[in-house]
């Protein structure tokens, strides 16, 4: 929901402190590998029930995993190997942090109840590769309630108190399980073509999405019809500039 909805107010607000941390000599890569160490005090601090110390590391992590993206467009040095790690790194950084909570779990609640963590990483996971399966075929998978910077932020909320703590995750696994389940309906559609017109529409805001990724070289669209998609839409932009350019030169000439 962040994502699609906030992320082009999160990139500009994110902007500054980019380019404060490039003069200070931070790089993309450090950022996303000192995103994960943060993710390990965390769940240090979460796993041994000191959960005050673990909301502060956990804003901390989540900072880092917010301007990894800004330090790398401000040093433009944003590239598919920087993408294919920041990808990775998330994926580690939801298995520590999960995994320290159902440590503390297993040491101070009775049952199994430690494997509702393990439950809730493993619908994450879903929902991530769903997303990676379905822009590999030149469909569109983003959007949901439970999205990654939403997960981490219920997680913060789960870490205010032990008594809040196991309700809490339950609503992150069922939300989790909503968003799951709604992304795989979205592209089941797209792919059964049962919905052309919003077929369509989510394939023009993938194409836009991949022609904005491939001005910064952060990504290039790897299914043929997303290339085709992709390039016919940046063909028009063009066309469009071209067209104002050479409006604009003939009203300076005219005038």
Same mark, same amino acid.
């Given at each position: 929901?962040?994502?699609?909805?906030?992320?082009?107010?999160?990139?500009?607000?994110?902007?500054?402190?980019?380019?404060?941390? !490039?003069?200070?000599?931070?790089?993309?890569?450090?950022?996303?590998?000192?995103?994960?160490?943060?993710? /390990?005090?965390?769940?240090?601090?979460?796993?041994?029930?000191?959960? +005050?110390?673990? /909301?502060?590391?956990?804003?901390?992590?989540?900072?880092?995993?917010?301007?990894?993206?800004?330090?790398?467009?401000?040093?433009?040095?944003? $590239?598919?190997?920087?993408?294919?790690?920041?990808?990775?790194?998330?994926? #580690?950084?939801?298995?520590?942090?999960?995994?320290?909570?159902?440590?503390?779990? $297993?040491?101070?609640?009775?049952?199994? %109840?430690? #494997?509702?963590?393990?439950? %809730?990483?493993?619908?994450?996971?879903? /929902?991530?590769?769903?997303?990676?399966?379905?822009?590999?075929?030149?469909?569109?998978?983003?959007?949901?309630?439970?999205e990654r910077a939403e997960r981490t932020i219920l997680l913060g !909320?789960?870490?205010?108190? +032990?008594?809040?703590?196991? +309700?809490?995750?339950?609503?992150? =696994?069922?939300?989790?399980?909503?968003?799951?389940?709604?992304?795989?309906?979205? !592209?089941?559609?797209?792919?059964s073509g049962q919905d052309e017109d919003t077929r369509f529409a =989510?394939?023009?805001a993938q194409a836009k999405t991949y022609w904005r990724d491939a001005?910064?070289?952060?990504?290039? +669209?790897?299914?043929?019809?997303?290339?085709?998609?992709?390039?016919?839409?940046?063909?028009?932009?063009?066309?469009?500039?071209?067209?104002? $350019?050479?409006?604009?030169?003939?009203?300076?000439?005219?005038?």
């Amino acid at each position: 929901m962040f994502d699609g909805r906030w992320r082009t107010g999160v990139d500009r607000a994110a902007r500054p402190f980019g380019v404060f941390l !490039v003069k200070a000599g931070a790089t993309a890569d450090l950022m996303t590998f000192s995103g994960v160490c943060f993710a /390990i005090a965390t769940a240090v601090a979460v796993g041994t029930g000191h959960f +005050p110390l673990g /909301i502060v590391l956990l804003t901390l992590t989540g900072f880092h995993d917010a301007l990894d993206g800004a330090v790398a467009k401000v040093a433009g040095t944003s $590239s598919v190997r920087g993408a294919f790690f920041d990808s990775v790194a998330d994926r #580690l950084t939801d298995a520590i942090l999960l995994g320290g909570v159902a440590y503390w779990l $297993s040491v101070h609640r009775s049952g199994s %109840i430690e #494997l509702l963590p393990f439950a %809730i990483l493993t619908v994450s996971f879903l /929902i991530s590769y769903e997303r990676a399966k379905a822009e590999s075929l030149g469909l569109y998978a983003k959007g949901g309630l439970m999205e990654r910077a939403e997960r981490t932020i219920l997680l913060g !909320v789960a870490l205010l108190g +032990p008594s809040i703590l196991v +309700p809490t995750l339950w609503v992150l =696994l069922g939300l989790t399980t909503c968003t799951a389940f709604g992304r795989f309906l979205r !592209v089941w559609r797209q792919a059964s073509g049962q919905d052309e017109d919003t077929r369509f529409a =989510l394939r023009m805001a993938q194409a836009k999405t991949y022609w904005r990724d491939a001005q910064h070289g952060t990504w290039r +669209p790897k299914s043929r019809d997303a290339q085709v998609t992709a390039k016919a839409l940046g063909g028009r932009r063009s066309r469009r500039g071209a067209q104002e $350019s050479h409006s604009r030169r003939d009203n300076q000439q005219n005038s």
